[in-house]
């Protein structure tokens, strides 16, 4: 049983400038994502919060978008 158990309920996860994953709707969405980067946030920062909030317990269980970007990763 885990100790602890954090949900991640990003908007748009934009993938990486390397990925070859990228699918086709995450490429027509990125202009979108430019202009408002609020709806979602980038796969490396979503993986950064992702790893610290697993190593450091948190207060949070459940991280919303707008948590996942406000998260202080200094």
Same mark, same amino acid.
């Given at each position: ?5 954090? $949900? ?9 400038? +390397?990925?070859?994953?990228? !699918?086709?709707?995450?490429?027509? *969405? /990125? ?9 979602? $946030? ?9 790893? +610290?909030?697993?190593?450091? !317990?948190?207060?949070?269980?459940? *991280? /919303? ?10």
């Amino acid at each position: 049983e885990l100790a602890e158990k954090y $949900i991640f309920r990003p908007g748009f996860i934009m993938p990486g400038p +390397n990925s070859k994953n990228a !699918t086709l709707s995450a490429k027509l *969405f /990125e202009p979108f994502y430019r202009l408002f980067p609020m709806i979602g $946030i980038d796969a490396t920062e979503l993986a950064s919060v992702m790893i +610290n909030v697993g190593l450091n !317990t948190h207060k949070l269980t459940i *991280f /919303e978008n707008r948590d996942l970007r406000a998260f202080d990763l200094t």
